[in-house]
């Protein structure tokens, strides 16, 4: 079974620019999450997705949205970037969303860096 | 608030060595607690999960408790081998948060031959 798939792997963008990050669980997985990694904040959750609806969300600015399509796949979106955006996001799937017993199965992440 | 605590920061051992890392929540009101490790530069690979009604779970040379009373799990590895070096770190989930991991800021750990 394939694993958790994130594209781009890396990204260079200049300030004020917008970013489309792109997570395909696996398959049968029907909820996504989404985590922002840095040296200084370390990970910290974004929003998870299921069915198509954001069930939860972090405590991030509203540049920061997704959503998730029909097939399961997920995108994130930052708009107006900032060099504070800089970091390694990551998308994590598993397949009961109700069931918290799951482990969470993380994709390699991409690298965002903004200039 | 869901507080994360992880104790080392960071820890370097010789090889062989059997070593424990520590975990420590502020909420004791968790499903679960799970452990992983990321490489650096990678993303996270999950090693053990512990259900909030269990006290251990075992994986090969991993072991992790929990004490959900104290708000604390450790993550012991035996045997340790340069292979094991990763950054380590532990996660919780809590109340209704559905999927959303609380983490620890993580135990970089080296193991040298």
Redesign the interface.
Known sequence: KAG?TQTPRYLIKTRGQQVTLSCSPISGHR?V?W?QQTPGQ????LF?Y?SETQ??K?NFPGRFSGRQFSNSRSEMNVSTLELGDSA?Y?C?S?GN?GG??????????T?LLVL | KQEVTQIPAALSVPEGENLVLNCSFTDSAI??L?W?RQDP??????LL?I?SSQREQTSGRLNASLDKSSGRSTLYIAASQPGDSATY?C?V?AGT??????????TILTVHP
């Open positions: 958790v909820s999450s985590y370390g990970l910290q959750f998870e299921f069930r939860n972090g390694l990551l994590a598993r969303p918290y017993r799951e482990t969470q199965y993380f994709g390699p992440g690298r | 499903y679960n799970q992983f530069g990678k993303g996270l690979t999950s999960l259900q770190l996660a989930i948060s559905y999927g959303k991991l609380t983490f620890g800021q993580g």
